[in-house]
């Protein structure tokens, strides 16, 4: 990966995030998380750009860096996940605020979990859900032995994975690993405040309150992991083929991953699971932009947060 730290200066120093594609830099916008932005600059068409929030400190910057590293690192070594090659670059803006990339080579088209599985034949979408399962038990089984004092979470979403077909054998790779789960003896390696940065100033009290704890457990529990992955389908179009993926996860936890202990998932669950959660987010992404409004219209503030979109459902 070649990147040309003076275009990505230049990139950011043009950035506006309440406007990301509107500034001189020609850019193509390719994700919107909770927490990034994913981008490719025209001039460096080969290039994934992960833009976190701004941090308060280069400390904290480089706090949260060593700890997508450790992540990365855990995954590769211990787990035995292909992770997508990822860069961290650390640029501060004109308007001194302490930004972090991660770059990653772009991953070819169609590739991309929820795109691969639209398209997969019947043999590639049940060897994606096995291969998918694989992985979690191995994280689970080692969270079962070295927890806790050393935890892994994961967002085991399908549009988290770019995967390589090669006739029926399926391999994964993980890519979304700008929100590290680790955690020690019950402590957040990650510090959860840069979740709150994102969160409109009048609703963080509430959040902290009633939603962080209970949104960081999910990612290391992993029934609740597996129930969020397949509800996800819904909302990635991939409705029809769920009832084939939740029995072959359902099979999978009574049969090779008896030991895990998991109760069998219902369709039901994952029903009013996809409700709730889709109500959730809606509400907060319409809570952030009235945030955005207020700050940009009535304050004249810089909004230093990038919005998706109306979301598809
Ligand atoms: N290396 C890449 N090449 C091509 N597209 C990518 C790449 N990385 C991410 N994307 C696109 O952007 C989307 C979001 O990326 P990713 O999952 O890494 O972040 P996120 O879900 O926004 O993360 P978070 O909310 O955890 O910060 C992906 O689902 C994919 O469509
Ligand atoms: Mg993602």
Redesign the pocket.
């Known amino acids: 990966m070649e990147i040309d730290l003076d275009r990505l200066q230049a990139f950011e120093d043009q950035l506006n995030p309440a406007a990301p594609d509107q500034g001189t830099v020609p850019v193509q916008i390719?994700?919107?998380?909770?927490?990034?932005?994913?981008f490719r600059i025209e001039s460096m068409p080969d290039i994934?750009f992960?833009r976190?929030p701004p941090f308060p400190s280069p400390q904290q910057r480089t706090a949260y860096q060593n700890v997508i590293e450790t992540y990365i690192h855990t995954l590769r070594q211990q787990l035995d996940v292909d992770v997508?090659a990822s860069q961290c670059v650390t640029i501060d803006n004109r308007d001194g605020e302490y930004i972090l990339y991660v770059a990653?080579?772009?991953?070819p088209a169609g590739t991309?979990g929820?795109q691969f599985l639209r398209r997969a034949s019947a043999a590639e979408y049940e060897a994606f859900w096995r291969e998918l399962l694989r992985h979690l038990f191995r994280i689970w089984r080692k969270n079962a032995a070295d927890g806790p004092g050393e935890l892994i979470g994961i967002?085991a979403q399908v549009?988290?994975w770019a995967v390589k077909a090669d006739g029926h054998k399926i391999t994964l790779q993980y890519?979304?690993?700008?929100?590290p789960f680790l955690r020690h003896f019950g402590k957040e390696m990650l510090n959860p405040e840069i979740f709150l940065k994102a969160v409109p100033s009048f609703l963080v009290w509430l959040v902290r309150w009633a939603f962080l704890q209970d949104v960081l457990d999910r990612y290391y529990d992993l029934r609740s992991v597996l129930i969020d992955c397949l509800a996800n389908l819904y909302k990635e179009k991939l409705a029809e083929r769920l009832p084939i993926a939740l029995r072959i996860v359902n099979d999978v936890l009574q049969t090779e991953a008896r030991d895990l202990g998991i109760k069998p998932i219902s369709e039901q669950e994952l029903r009013k699971y996809y409700k709730e959660d889709a109500f959730i987010w809606t509400i907060f992404l319409a809570f952030r932009r009235l945030d955005r409004f207020l700050k940009t219209r009535l304050l004249g503030k810089k909004y230093q947060f990038i919005l998706p979109g109306p979301i598809e459902r």
């Open positions: 390719l994700g919107y998380g909770e927490i990034s932005a994913v994934a992960k976190l997508v990653q080579p772009i991953l991309v929820n967002d549009s988290n890519f979304d690993i700008t929100t």
